[in-house]
C-alpha cells in the first residue's frame, strides 16, 4: 500500500476550511443564509464529481450533494 501524505493533510485540512465556512455562512442574513449554504453543497458535489475519476459511488454523491445544495439554496430554508 502506498501511503499519500498529500491526502492525509488535505482532508482535515479541508474538513477545518468546511467547518469554517459553514460557521461564517451562518451569521448571515436569512435569505442569504440558504443560498450561501447551498452553494457550498453545490460547490462541494462538482468538486466531488471532478475528484471521482471512475469511481460511481463518489460521483453519485457528488450528484447527491449537488441537488441538496440547490433545493437548500431554493426550496428548503
Not at 482535515?12 to 436569512?30: D, K, S, T, W
Not at 457550498?40 to 468538486?47: D, E, S, V, W, Y
Not at 449537488?66 to 430554508?77: C, D, E, F, Q
Amino acid at each position: 500500500m502506498k501511503l499519500d501524505l498529500s491526502r492525509m493533510i488535505l482532508g482535515p485540512v479541508g474538513l477545518a476550511i468546511g467547518f469554517a465556512l459553514y460557521a461564517g455562512a451562518n451569521r448571515v442574513q436569512e435569505p442569504w443564509r440558504s443560498v450561501l449554504v447551498g452553494a457550498m453543497f453545490a460547490l462541494l458535489g462538482i468538486a466531488a464529481l471532478l475528484y471521482a475519476r471512475g469511481e460511481r459511488w463518489i460521483r453519485g454523491l457528488g450528484g447527491v450533494l449537488i441537488v441538496y445544495g440547490l433545493l437548500r439554496a431554493t426550496i428548503l430554508h
